[in-house]
């Protein structure tokens, strides 16, 4: 069992396709990441906004009626 495991260890054949498949896995990852980050922003930035001008008329100068 040892002797298979050093010597899977020891085997270089195929590396650099396994370590590209991962860095490719990990790269998608941070690509999707900071794209729903990206998307967040805006959305907040939008909502904000709407905020902002639904209360702008509430804000007016209060003029008493008399």
Sequence with gaps: MISNWKKFVQETHGT???L???LIAVL???C???ID???YLV???EL???ADAA???GCGPYIPMT
């Design 20 to 22: 590209t498949a991962i």
């Design 32 to 34: 999707g990441l900071a």
């Design 48 to 50: 904000q906004n709407a």
């Design 43 to 45: 959305v907040r930035n």
């Design 55 to 57: 209360a702008m008329p």
């Design 37 to 39: 980050v990206g998307h």
């Design 16 to 18: 650099i396709a396994f």
């Design 28 to 30: 998608l990852g941070f």
